[in-house]
């Protein structure tokens, strides 16, 4: 079992899964104690398992420090979705070991605690989607601040949902033909998801412009807009 799966199925024991107290951070975001808590929990499966990787968390938050190899984990990905109890939030972990996105010594888990749903690469199967109509995932919060209002197109369907990690499972597993996210991410939405998204090798990230983005950097910005998506609707998201 890799190292982020025995993580997550001591998660999954532990039935962590409430959060009791909202704390309002500097930059007007939110987090629980149950972030912290999960947060607590992974520093203590390492130290415990004997890991000499760095470790990189939304709750440290310096992305400036990330090294080969590396943890990279957030805790609770779409905060808002557990505060508001839809079940649209996910515990993200990515073990870094090459900076190629498309390394297979990468792993990459995501867990939808809702649901008790685990996303990751033993489950990837190359999927063909059936149907026209693209199926496009997008953030719930962006969605309804009318950021998408001038998206209008009989070729597309849009889908709110919130946590990126969880539409990046998603989209791994077929369920979907792409992802456009207009807000800037941080390494620790994103990792494991495209770490589960380099297994099948038929899905793109890129910006706008369309240039592939292949390496993990802590250089890159991860500007918006980003897309993820099949390579075979690729030209189809870019136009949008």
């Known amino acids: 079992m890799l190292s982020v799966e025995l993580f997550t199925q001591e998660l999954i024991n532990k039935k962590v899964l409430v959060f009791n107290e909202v704390i309002k951070k500097r930059d007007g975001t939110f987090v629980t104690d149950l972030d912290l808590e999960i947060n607590d929990l992974f520093f203590k499966f390492k130290e415990r398992m004997g890991y000499k990787d760095n470790l990189i968390s939304e709750e440290t938050g310096d992305e400036s420090i990330l090294t080969i190899p590396s943890f990279v984990i957030d805790p609770v990905d779409g905060t808002n979705g557990l505060i508001l109890g839809n079940g649209e939030w996910s515990v993200s972990i990515a073990r870094l070991?090459?900076?190629?996105?498309?390394?297979?010594?990468?792993?990459?888990?995501?867990?939808?605690?809702?649901?008790?749903?685990?996303?990751?690469?033993?489950?990837?199967?190359?999927?063909?989607?059936?149907?026209?109509?693209?199926?496009?995932?997008?953030?719930?919060?962006?969605?309804?601040?009318?950021?998408?209002?001038?998206?209008?197109?009989?070729?597309?369907?849009?889908?709110?949902?919130?946590?990126?990690?969880?539409?990046?499972?998603?989209?791994?597993?077929?369920?979907?033909?792409?992802?456009?996210?207009?807000?800037?991410?941080?390494i620790w939405d994103i990792a494991a998801g495209l770490v589960l998204l380099s297994r099948t090798q038929e899905h793109f990230f890129s910006d706008h412009t369309g240039i592939d983005i292949l390496n993990f950097n802590h250089d890159i910005l991860y500007n918006p807009p980003l897309i993820f998506g099949r390579k075979s609707a690729k030209q189809r998201l870019l136009e949008l």
């Open 97 to 186: 070991k090459s900076w190629s996105i498309l390394s297979p010594k990468n792993e990459g888990v995501i867990y939808r605690p809702s649901t008790m749903s685990l996303f990751n690469s033993a489950g990837i199967r190359k999927s063909v989607r059936s149907g026209d109509k693209l199926k496009i995932l997008v953030s719930r919060s962006e969605h309804e601040k009318g950021l998408f209002k001038n998206v209008v197109n009989e070729d597309i369907e849009l889908f709110p949902m919130g946590s990126i990690a969880l539409k990046l499972a998603y989209l791994a597993y077929g369920k979907c033909d792409g992802i456009i996210t207009l807000r800037k991410k941080s």
